[in-house]
């Protein structure tokens, strides 16, 4: 992930982006897990849609319960992915220097922008894209909300928690250190759990929309909540590209 890169930019606009901008910020892509709900016999009664919580029940144990099932190739995407973070925890040093001193007014502001949409504007989004779908009765809006809900509370409000937890390592705002791990002492530096949330909403959004453009837009507004929070000193490169890589485990979409 190369968001440092933005901090070397000389430019420093006078104002705020765009919040449309910011906005398209959820709109990352990553693989759907979509299937067609099974059609009904003409003639016979229309199935009641499954409540929020059965939805949300039964993907946490879809989501838990996959790696029994994973075929070879899945396991190789799976040692790609660990690999991949390994590879990010090789710069989080350089990455973590960088960004602690090489501040200015452009970089400072794009952070502050962006990173409210690894959180609660995260949630502004799903909202919007809820309502618009009530009000528009556009059933692919409402499905990006709900599933986009559902992601974030298996990725951020469960799996990313209890990874925190267990690995207990400190924030680089906080230690001199890059492999500085305390299991179960209260650190929370890894995963990002802004990264997770982030990308969790933004695969689900992508997969609905998947436009070329959308994808483009998305993945690198995303990866600018990541840059944001290595900016601040809250996470090393290798926890926004764990919180990333975590939330594509949680991608809970369904056909509208």
């Known amino acids: 992930m190369a968001c440092s890169s933005l901090t070397s930019m000389k430019t420093h606009p006078r104002s705020k982006l765009p919040i449309c901008l910011l906005l398209s910020a959820m709109l990352t892509g990553s693989a759907a897990r979509a299937q067609p709900p099974a059609s009904s016999p003409p003639g016979a009664p229309e199935a009641s849609a499954p409540g929020f919580f059965y939805l949300v029940r039964t993907d946490l144990r879809d989501v838990l319960g996959a790696p029994r099932h994973w075929t070879g190739q899945q396991w190789e995407h799976f040692s790609l992915a660990?690999?991949?973070?390994?590879?990010?925890?090789?710069?989080?040093?350089?990455?973590?220097?960088?960004?602690?001193?090489?501040?200015?007014?452009?970089?400072?502001?794009?952070?502050?922008?962006?990173?409210?949409?690894?959180?609660?504007?995260?949630?502004?989004?799903?909202?919007?894209?809820?309502?618009?779908?009530?009000?528009?009765?556009?059933?692919r809006a409402r499905s990006v909300g709900a599933d986009g809900l559902i992601s974030t509370l298996i990725a951020g409000g469960i799996i990313t928690p209890a990874l925190k937890l267990a690995a207990g390592r400190v924030r680089p705002r906080d230690t001199g250190k890059t492999f500085d791990f305390k299991p179960f002492s209260g650190s929370s530096s890894f995963p990002s759990g802004h990264a997770t949330e982030a990308f969790a909403v933004a695969s689900v959004i992508a997969t609905h929309y998947d436009a070329p453009w959308v994808r483009v837009v998305t993945y690198g507004s995303a990866t600018l909540v990541g840059f944001a929070r290595i900016h601040h000193q809250a996470h090393f490169l290798s926890d926004v590209t764990a919180g990333a890589i975590t939330s594509r485990s949680a991608n809970s979409v369904r056909a509208p």
């Open 82 to 139: 660990v690999a991949g973070i390994g590879a990010a925890a090789l710069l989080d040093q350089t990455v973590r220097d960088r960004e602690r001193h090489d501040h200015n007014r452009f970089s400072d502001q794009v952070a502050k922008d962006f990173e409210q949409f690894g959180q609660t504007g995260a949630f502004g989004v799903m909202g919007i894209f809820y309502v618009t779908g009530l009000v528009s009765d556009d059933a």
